[in-house]
Structures are given as C-alpha cells and as structure tokens.
C-alpha cells in the first residue's frame, strides 16, 4: 500500500470513528541504500583527491612538494602566489589560454553543427550508402590518433592547415566519429512526424533541421559539446604537432616548464594545471542540467 492509499484508508476510517493507522514518517532508510550513499561518497572523493592535491601543492614551494607532496601547506613552504605569478610569466599564459580558448569554441562549434546535420541525414535518409557511411563513422572512432598522426601532419602541411583555422578541419575529421553516432542514436527518438508537419507548413528540409530539429537535439548538443571541449582543451599531440610553438595552447605551454636536464618547477607546473583546469571545470558545472534535463526528459513518457 502506497502513501496516498494509506492516507484515503485514514480518512475513511477516521470518518466511520475508527482510529486511523498510523504513518512513519521517520522510517530509517534500508541499509542497502546507506552502503551505496557511502561507496558514492568514496569514490568522490577518490576523484576529487588528485585535484585538491594539485590544488594544495600550487601553493607549496617546489623543493617542499618534492619531499613531502601529500603534506598541507605549512608555514615554511608556504609560497603565496609566487608560483602562480611566476608560472604565468614562464609560459605566457594569458596568450596561450586565449589560442586554446580560440581554438576549443570554434572547433567545438563545428563539430557539433555538421556532426548533428550528418547524424540527422543518416538517421532520415536510410539509404545503402548511408549505412556504409554510418559504420565508417564508427570505425573512425577505434581509429588511435597515434596510427595517423604522422601522415595527417603531411597531409595537412599539403592542405595548408597547419595553423589555428586549419586545425578546425583536422579536429572536426577526428571528433565527427563519436559526435556522429551518439546524434544519430537520439535523432531516431524524435518524432518524424514533426518535420513532417514542418514540411505541411512550407518549411524547406533545411530549414526544418534548424528551426525543428536541431532545438529538439539541444541536451545530445550539450553533451558532445562537454565531450569534445574536454578533449580539445587537454590535447597536446595534435597542437604541438600542427601548429607547435608558434601559437601555442596551453598544454604546450605547460612543457615550457622543463628547463635544462629535465629538471621541473613542480610549482610552476601546479600552478598553471589549476588555471587550466578552472575554465573546463566551470563548463561542465554550467553545462551538466541540460544533460540532466536531456535525460529525464527522454525518460518520461505523455
């Protein structure tokens, strides 16, 4: 018996003169449900430890994190800002964080934009070809950029594209695989009737994609947006083998710390991964309730 049949029992019951059942209402939760709260809270914090350890150790000086790096700071290695100001002067951080700013958006964007037109395509139009370009989309997704990363670099030295505009093109070539099928899977679940009525209106197929469509795929947009960000913002191979130091990102930045012998600023480099880190963090935070709307939203039905 639910809570709503027990309170309509209650109140016949209660109308006949009869004493009511009584509600619980402090019932203690069952133990499974404690045991998975505190396996949750554990892993949370397994994950969040590296982080605060980086946290902590940005503030340390470097000959202190060195020997003891699980320490909190004290009094003796305690350091300020200096690692944070000298770790900026170091790397150039303020132009390395506008080309990687420059460089996630745009490519991002792209991604997203012809990857959901691509998806949408395949789903609509099933057609022999389209199944064969569906299954080379995913192919390309087991594809390691380490098999291709050398003739890619000539290709597009050939092509051009070795700068901050061309490697749009080279990270939509390697992001549109994942982008692709995770579109066509959500595109089956709109309803086709809705273009359909689209159409009816006067709408042209594109501009049913854009003005229908494309709003209806907002929480998988969200989705491949976080998904590429993250990756397009951490990578280094592909920045430093295309456009290398001349533009530099913020990774390849971060390798300007080793100086002669191999030797690291510990400090430095703490410093600079939190700055890094910040603006990814503060996306998927912003991001993550268009995924959780997205999901919920697919979940119920009428």
């Known amino acids: 018996m639910n809570a709503s049949d027990l309170l309509k029992k209650n109140s016949v019951e209660d109308a006949k003169g009869e004493k009511p059942l009584a509600i619980d ?112 989309f995913v192919f390309a997704m087991i594809v390691p950029f380490q098999m291709v990363m050398f003739p890619l670099t000539k290709v597009a030295n050939i092509f051009h594209l070795d700068n901050p505009i061309g490697i749009f093109v080279v990270y939509l070539g390697f992001g549109a695989g994942q982008s692709v099928f995770l579109f066509c899977g959500f595109v089956k679940s709109v309803p086709i009737a809705v273009e359909e009525a689209a159409t009816i209106d006067g709408c042209t197929p594109i501009g049913a994609f854009f003005n229908i469509v494309l709003p209806m795929l907002s929480p998988i947009a969200v989705t491949v947006a976080i998904i590429n960000a993250m990756w397009i913002w951490n990578d280094f191979l592909l920045p430093f083998l295309l456009i290398g130091s001349e533009y530099r990102t913020i990774p390849v930045a971060v390798q300007y710390l080793r100086t002669g012998y191999g030797s690291i600023d510990m400090g430095n480099m703490m410093a600079i991964i939190v700055l890094a880190i910040i603006p990814i963090i503060a996306f998927y935070f912003a991001c993550q309730k268009y995924i959780i709307e997205g999901v919920t939203a697919g979940s119920v039905k009428g």
């Open 25 to 136: 209402m402090d019932s203690k939760p069952p133990a499974k449900k404690i045991l998975v709260f505190a396996i949750l809270i554990l892993a949370a914090l397994v994950f969040a430890a590296p982080i605060l350890l980086i946290l902590m150790n940005s503030f340390k000086g470097k000959l202190f994190i060195s020997d003891a790096p699980f320490a909190f700071p004290s009094t003796a290695s305690f350091v300020g800002f200096d690692n944070y100001m000298q770790g900026i002067a170091a790397t150039g951080f303020p132009i390395a964080f506008c080309w990687s700013l420059f460089i996630t958006v745009f490519s991002v964007a792209i991604i997203v934009l012809f990857s959901s037109m691509t998806g949408w395509y395949i789903t609509r139009q099933n057609r022999g070809f389209n199944k064969f370009l569906y299954f080379a």
